[in-house]
């Protein structure tokens, strides 16, 4: 069974630049979540798809940053303009259903320099 | 809201030598409990979760892990580590319930010594 996809693994842009992050989730896998994981820290959520709605985006900064996931499977996250504080690892993760016991599936991520 | 707190940042231990990283964490609830681990490069992977029922959970690689509900803890042991498991270890709280996000501690980077 093939993992989450993301690309690109590394992205280096300047302030004020926009970045696209891209995720193809596990087969199946109704759920699909984006991650920040800034340098020292765990992964905080900041997006939460059930298909292709959302469920959870409270702590999306909404000015800058949006997702979508059309049709349900793969999933973009932007952020524009980007800013240095942006720097992180974007994980993208998956489940088979949106419950709290359901195992979520990371990818390698999207590690994200803001110079 | 809940909360995990991992209170050692960095930990070394020989090879071959036993390892337990602390997880504590505050819910209202009983939580659903997760040890992750995260090596360079790598996403995150599941190493063991705890639900319900037996207290101490057996998970992949040879870890396991106690809930103590009286010390709101979650620790990871493993009794002989090598040096494979030299990695970055994050306890995750869910809630249960309608909730469904993960909150994750800090991590531990766990160094394993030859």
């Known amino acids: 069974e093939a993992g989450v996809a993301q690309s690109p693994r590394y992205k280096i842009i300047e302030k004020r630049q926009s970045v696209a992050f891209w995720c193809n989730p596990i087969s199946g896998h109704a759920t699909l979540y984006w991650y920040q994981q800034i340098l020292g820290q765990g992964p905080k959520l900041l997006i939460q798809?059930?298909?292709?709605?959302?469920?959870?985006d409270s702590q999306l900064p909404k000015d800058r940053f949006s997702a979508e996931r059309l049709k349900g499977v793969d999933s973009t996250l932007k952020i524009q303009p980007a800013k240095l504080e942006d720097s992180a690892v974007y994980l993208c993760a998956s489940s088979h259903r949106s419950t709290s016991t359901d195992t979520q599936y990371f990818g390698p991520g999207t590690r994200l320099t803001v110079l | 809201a809940q909360s995990v707190t991992q209170p050692d940042i960095h930990i070394t231990v020989s090879e071959g030598a036993s390892l337990e990283l602390r997880c504590n964490y505050s819910y209202g609830a009983t939580p659903y409990l997760f040890w992750y681990v995260q090596s360079p490069g790598q996403g995150l992977q599941l190493l063991l979760k705890?639900?319900?029922?037996?207290?101490l959970v057996q998970g992949i690689k040879g870890f396991e892990a106690e809930f103590k509900r009286s010390q709101s803890s979650f620790n990871l042991r493993k009794p002989s580590v090598h040096w494979s498991d030299a990695a970055e270890y994050f306890c995750?709280?869910?809630?249960?319930?309608?909730?469904?996000?993960?909150?994750f501690g800090s991590g531990t980077q766990l160094t394993v010594l030859p």
């Open positions: 705890y639900f319900s029922g037996d207290t």
């Open positions: 995750a709280v869910g809630a249960t319930g309608s909730a469904r996000q993960l909150t």
């Open positions: 798809f059930q298909n292709n709605g959302v469920v959870d």
